[in-house]
């Protein structure tokens, strides 16, 4: 793998789009989310306006859930959405169209006739339906819901620290990736509560701030460049993961997984 990357040119790398990039500042540091909009559209539009609205300023992580999840929001569930909206369609699937890229992986997959990964995020596929979604591998960003499909509003994110919940794929809307600081989000203390909740407001990890990076100073951006999944250098990546040759591989596996697929973020040079 990394022989590949060094051999990569520009032309395989992107930079993100500040208007599709979220900062969540949290007391351990700063960690970016790239929105999905080609997948999700009206809840990164509504990600934004609450964003901009300051909903989440000083609310917090009230969940980590070992091998699972890390969820934040409103604890006490009163504070006003603005201008966002409270009820969204449920973004969990979206039509299959020639102007939806697809990069397959060649490996059979146990949730979806076909995996791989369109604009850098992990993607099922069902030809037969029509249809594709984003799939749950770590370090993808859902907005969490009640029982009715359409509660999901993006007031309440997680973002997913264990091993790939992928049952979930096509029952809640996945919204983006976190592409820098998993670090932060996934070394949070466990909760004692059910599901991870945490029982006491002491426990509760203050969120600072989230911005739309289009919002932040040039200066005080992240400059990051990401891997293009799109391009003849990543599936050599997707082949040098899938048989590894080096020598403390004494059986190279033939076979990848789609949540074990990386998706590289680098500082731009």
């Known amino acids: 793998m990394s022989e590949v990357l060094a051999a990569t040119t520009p032309a395989d790398w992107r930079t993100l789009d500040p208007e599709n990039t979220l900062y969540l500042q949290l007391p351990q540091g700063r960690v970016v989310i790239e929105l999905a909009p080609a997948f999700a559209p009206q809840h990164a539009d509504n990600l934004r306006t609450l964003a901009r609205g300051k909903y989440f300023d000083g609310l917090a992580i009230v969940r980590s859930q070992d091998n699972f999840?890390?969820?934040?929001?409103?604890?006490?569930?009163?504070?006003?959405?603005?201008?966002?909206?409270?009820?969204?369609?449920?973004?969990?699937?979206?039509?299959?169209?020639?102007?939806?890229?697809?990069?397959?992986?060649?490996?059979?997959?146990?949730?979806?006739?076909e995996v791989g990964f369109s604009q850098g995020f992990p993607v099922g596929r069902d030809p037969a339906k029509g249809e594709a979604w984003l799939a749950h591998c770590y370090g993808m960003v859902g907005a969490g819901r009640g029982n009715e499909a359409d509660s999901g509003s993006g007031a309440e994110l997680y973002v997913v620290t264990g091993h790939a919940p992928r049952q979930l794929d096509r029952n809640i809307a996945l919204v983006g990736r976190v592409v820098k600081g998993m670090e932060v989000l996934a070394t949070q203390p466990r909760g004692s509560g059910p599901m991870g909740f945490y029982e006491s407001a002491e426990r509760y990890v203050p969120i600072k701030s989230v911005l739309v990076a289009a919002d932040v100073p040039v200066a005080e951006r992240e400059n990051l460049e990401i891997l293009r999944t799109d391009t003849e250098r990543f599936r050599q990546l997707v082949e040098a993961r899938r048989n590894r040759r080096d020598d403390w591989y004494l059986v190279p596996a033939g076979y990848i997984d789609l949540c074990n697929v990386p998706i590289v973020a680098r500082p731009r040079t």
């Open 69 to 113: 999840v890390v969820q934040w929001g409103d604890p006490d569930g009163k504070r006003s959405l603005g201008r966002a909206r409270d009820k969204l369609p449920p973004e969990f699937t979206v039509k299959m169209t020639h102007a939806l890229p697809f990069e397959p992986l060649p490996d059979r997959d146990g949730y979806a006739p």
